[in-house]
């Protein structure tokens, strides 16, 4: 299994902040949020990381680049040493790909479909700005998921107020058999006006799909705001393959926003200190 991480935006919810630092190495504890996400499609068992980013966020790259200056500065700190060495560990399962015009979640995606064209496993793809914490690992549950119905595509839910839906892809399911986590998906809308919405349903950040979405990304055409949405194209995907929704039993943390980025340095700093909390505070 391979993962991708779209992680292009430009963070104007963040402004001025997002000028210096792009929202995802804005720290989070002892490290960049983009490390833990990173670090949750690795521990989830994806063999590879692609992360699709801007040509103006150079940092994203550069961070995941094994620095030779680094280590001979960190020669004599041997503790210091130890976790750039694993971070360049990490590095070299990560490969970057450029989106060089901003046209949406679903274009960003789209450029990364050269990577994946001998992909059978579904892939899963964690979005950039979106931390999730919970005692289980929120991948690793939608992995699992998947395998039990046969490598079938799972989408990552989470409920919101009424009258939120319309920041979201919001899903239409079929009721839950399995005490309320898992629902078999029949649609999918992105930003619906709240009378409109299916449900309270909505898609969190993490997604695992079947290859055939990057085809059907190539096809859709734009959709909310102009922009190539991957919810259009998980739309098709649910008319041909059996899609389901996991509203897993953890929190998701919109680091895009500064008070996301709050609730998100309280709950895993804890985890990275490894101190009290840590257990609640696991990554999903
Ligand atoms: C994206 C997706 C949306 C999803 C949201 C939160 O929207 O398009 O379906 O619900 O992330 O994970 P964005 O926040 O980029 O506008």
Avoid: N
Avoid at 103 to 118: I, K, M, N, P
């Amino acid at each position: 299994m391979r993962a991708l991480i779209p992680a292009a935006g430009y963070g104007t919810r963040f402004l001025p902040a997002t000028k210096a630092v792009p929202k995802e190495l804005l720290p989070i504890g002892d490290r960049p949020a983009l490390q833990w996400i990173v670090e949750e499609a690795l521990g989830a068992g994806a063999e590879e990381v692609v992360v699709v980013t801007s040509p103006d966020k150079p940092a994203l790259k550069d961070y995941f680049t094994p620095s030779a200056v680094w280590r001979a500065r960190l020669a004599d700190k041997p503790a210091a040493l130890a976790k750039m060495e694993q971070l360049d560990a990490l590095a070299s399962r990560v490969r970057f790909v450029e989106q060089a015009e901003q046209r949406g979640l679903g274009h960003a995606v789209l450029q990364a479909a050269g990577l994946f064209a001998q992909e059978r496993e579904p892939v899963l793809i964690l979005l950039g700005d979106a931390l999730v914490s919970g005692a289980e690992s929120c991948s690793a549950e939608m992995l699992r998921l998947s395998r039990e119905r046969g490598g079938a595509s799972v989408v990552g839910l989470e409920r919101v107020a009424r009258e939120r839906v319309s920041r979201y892809g919001i899903a239409a399911v079929e009721a839950a058999p399995d005490e309320g986590r898992t629902y078999r998906l029949t649609g999918l809308v992105e930003k619906p006006a709240p009378a409109e919405a299916p449900s309270d349903l909505a898609v969190a950040g993490r997604y695992l799909l079947s290859p055939r979405i990057f085809g059907l990304l190539a096809e859709v055409p734009p959709g909310y705001g102009g922009e190539i949405q991957l919810t259009d194209a998980i739309q098709r995907l649910i008319g041909s393959v059996p899609v389901y929704g996991y509203r897993y039993p953890g929190r998701r943390h919109d680091i895009g926003d500064p008070a996301g980025y709050r609730e998100a340095l309280l709950r895993f700093e804890a985890v990275a200190a490894g101190g009290r909390g840590a257990s609640e505070g696991t990554i999903c």
